[in-house]
């Protein structure tokens, strides 16, 4: 998908803004910290510079300057670049820290707004990636969407797979015409960035299943016991 120039910001800013240095921002981009994907070169007066999506790069450190706090930095790393335990179970009530439920999500994957079941970490993929187009399609496109990406996670290195071939779920919409009559279909597929799609058929969105994934995993990833330890400190004022 095209990119908006305008809401990039240089890596200049990026250091300036987050008070960072070129090495911690290049260190956390070996690391995975920060995907590959978010670095772009662009012509300027001054010649070739690196930009980045400005509200996903600010976001991304700022959270990554609060949580190495927490751990040491190879953790982290390890946590978000490591193969996906499959048993890792995200809690129902900490995906809304994401914004990710709205009346028309709870309605396509069927939850009800008290659920209170832990989410596998294919689930949690699957509702974040559909989440991301929700203002752009219609109920039974969200369906489509969901049911396509449960499909393709039935495959067992999938998720080890998507940030390796920079994976996204598409959207699209191809137009129909003969015999006079015209009609519009919805498609959905995932396939690598950069996929070429008949000239028939619009790519309408494609979210970056990895950026979802590192998400997922940066954001809501801890481990239960974390969790009920940290819990436990803040209440008790530590």
């Not at 946590?79 to 179970?89: C, D, Y």
């Not at 990710?100 to 974040?128: H, Q, T, V, Y």
């Not at 390796?164 to 396939?191: F, P």
Request: glycine share 6%.
């Amino acid at each position: 998908m095209p990119i908006d120039e305008e809401k990039l910001i240089s890596k200049k800013e990026v250091l300036e803004e987050t008070g960072i240095s070129y090495g911690q921002l290049y260190r956390w981009k070996r690391k995975g910290l920060i995907p590959e994907s978010w670095f772009f070169r662009r012509s300027t007066f001054t010649g070739q510079e690196t930009f980045f999506p400005r509200d996903k790069i600010i976001e991304r450190i700022e959270r990554i300057k609060e949580m190495k706090g927490k751990r040491p930095l190879d953790d982290l790393a390890e946590m978000i670049t490591e193969k996906v335990n499959s048993k890792l179970q995200i809690a129902f009530d900490r995906l809304r820290q994401l914004d990710w439920l709205d009346e028309s999500i709870l309605k396509a994957f069927a939850i009800e707004k008290d659920e209170g079941r832990p989410l596998s970490i294919k689930e949690a993929l699957c509702l974040g990636a559909v989440s991301q187009v929700r203002g752009g399609a219609r109920d039974e496109e969200r369906d489509l969407l969901k049911r396509t990406l449960e499909v393709a996670l039935e495959e067992k290195d999938l998720l080890d797979r998507i940030p390796d071939e920079a994976l996204r779920l598409y959207l699209l919409r191809k137009r129909l015409s003969g015999g006079g009559i015209s009609a519009e279909i919805s498609l959905a597929a995932v396939a690598s960035a950069g996929a070429v799609f008949d000239p028939d058929t619009e790519p309408v969105e494609a979210v970056d299943l990895g950026e979802v994934l590192q998400r997922i995993k940066l954001d809501l990833g801890r481990e239960p016991e974390e969790e009920t330890r940290s819990d436990t400190e803040e209440r008790d004022g530590r």
